[in-house]
Nanobody
Framework: QVQLVESGGGLVQAGGSLRLSCAAS????????MGWFRQAPGKEREFVAR????????YYADFVKGRFTISRDNAKNTVSLQMNSLKPEDTAVYYC???????????????????WGRGTQVTVSS
């Protein structure tokens, strides 16, 4: 099992940047693919990005391609999401999630991830 704690959220103006971090407990962090999801008020939780166990492959939602970058440091048990060119529609609670499955199919479905952090609020003002 893994425990996840997000940090780095806040209030930023449109066009600005934020870097979210997720710290994982446990000694098997490298056994999990990691994902970021977000949920805006009144909306479904949606996939943002995923990184494989080794960090060798990344996947992104179309609406963040070219703006967001996911990365991980297995030595420090952390995964990060660098968010640039933020837009008001990026406002949401952002969640870090862990997937123990070695398979990549269906990676954008939140049901693939049994472990979740509590989230960090990102607010982008216009």
């Amino acid at each position: 099992q893994v425990q996840l704690v997000e940090s780095g959220g806040g209030l930023v103006q449109a066009g600005g940047s934020l870097r979210l971090s997720c710290a994982a407990s446990g000694r098997t962090f490298s056994s999990y693919a990691m994902g970021w999801f977000r949920q805006a008020p009144g909306k479904e939780r949606e996939f943002v990005a995923r990184i494989t166990r080794s960090g060798g492959s990344n996947y992104y939602a179309d609406f963040v391609k070219g703006r967001f970058t996911i990365s991980r440091d297995n030595a420090k048990n952390t995964v990060s999401l660098q968010m640039n060119s933020l837009k008001p529609e990026d406002t949401a609670v952002y969640y870090c999630a862990a997937d123990p499955s070695p398979l990549s199919g269906g990676y954008s479905f939140h049901t693939r991830y049994p472990y979740w952090g509590r989230g960090t609020q990102v607010t982008v003002s216009s």
